[in-house]
């Protein structure tokens, strides 16, 4: 089995603070980041005790893919990738919001529909759906952004009486999601692909919203295959999907929800094989490219190399 970046500890000619996300390990410098897209997977906002080999360059490299493609709707973050798992970009003031947008009726959205919710995030939702089913349009369904724990669901009338932004920004936030949605939409829909839900997240830097983070990834998206959608509707059956929603289902299927007092199950190495290759699957369905994996020998000094002829060249 290849190996695993777990995390990391980087020293660089000029200090930088590290925090450390649930899958990312983030350097600061100023208005600058240094992103490292580790391999450590997530899920119930709980980080798994197995990482997965090559995930956090198939990450980096999907949103590389997509960040570059949606320019033109948005400005972003990123201006390089010196490594295949790092990203170095602008540091912006993140807006504690993320804006998920939904097309179809699944997941989080599903389980409280089915369990009799007619509201989400104070979006009315129609009588007499199925799971899978496509919204007559998407619908936004923003969260709050929490430091630790889960996020929580929360409506554009929340969000303007607490003052997290303005009605102006949130307009231009709702206008940026949904542009970014229908792209995202039409490029997964020349690979045979349907997006199915997703989040963005935007910051601001001298006045203006960029979109930060990574985008249209299967840790932030979820995917049906286009081919037989609409047989599987009809009959009734499970969707073909290509996301992390699986590993959720794994974990499920293992006693585990992320609620106080569950133990988390060790992912045995079949397991593990078998989601490197579904994030493979997705990032060459997506992409259209081959998967070309990056050497795993020794993914720190891979790195460190990588950064060498870069201001955050390593101590």
């Not at 009315?124 to 929580?152: V, W």
């Not at 949130?170 to 997964?188: D, I, S, V």
């Not at 079949?270 to 060459?284: G, I």
């Amino acid at each position: 089995m290849a190996e695993a970046l777990r995390e990391t500890n980087f020293t660089f000619d000029s200090p930088a603070e590290l925090y450390r996300g649930k899958v990312r390990d983030v350097y600061r410098r100023g208005d600058r980041l240094l992103m490292v897209a580790s391999d450590r997977i997530s899920s119930f906002d709980h980080v798994l005790p197995r990482a997965i080999p090559h995930k956090g360059q198939i990450l980096n490299q999907i949103a590389a893919h997509f960040l570059e493609s949606t320019r033109d709707i948005c400005p972003n973050w990123l201006e390089s990738n010196p490594d295949p798992n790092v990203a170095v970009g602008k540091a912006c003031q993140p807006i504690p919001i993320e804006m998920v947008i939904r097309g179809y009726l699944v997941g989080h959205g599903w389980r409280v529909y089915r369990d009799g919710g007619r509201e989400l995030c104070g979006v009315t939702l129609p009588e007499g759906m199925r799971e899978a089913d496509a919204f007559p349009e998407p619908i936004i369904t923003p969260a709050t952004k929490a430091e630790e724990g889960h996020d929580e669901d929360i409506s554009r009338e929340a969000i303007l009486e607490r003052g997290i932004v303005d009605a102006v920004t949130y307009a231009k936030l709702e206008n940026f999601t949904r542009r970014l949605f229908a792209r995202g939409t039409a490029m997964a829909a020349e690979r045979g692909l349907i997006l199915v839900d997703t989040k963005y997240e935007f910051g601001l830097l001298d006045g203006e919203i960029y979109l930060i983070d990574e985008i249209h990834t299967p840790d932030s998206s979820r995917y049906f295959y286009a081919e037989g959608y609409a047989q599987r509707q009809e009959r009734g059956e499970h969707q073909k999907q290509l996301s992390k929603e699986f590993v959720r289902e794994w974990l499920m299927e293992h006693d585990f929800r992320g609620l106080d007092g569950q133990t988390m199950p060790e992912m045995p190495d079949e397991f593990v094989d078998r989601v490197t290759q579904r994030y493979t699957e997705l990032y060459e369905r997506i992409t259209g490219k081959t998967f070309q994996p990056a050497d795993t020998f020794d993914i720190e000094g891979r790195i460190r190399t990588n950064l060498e002829s870069t201001s955050w060249a390593t101590k």
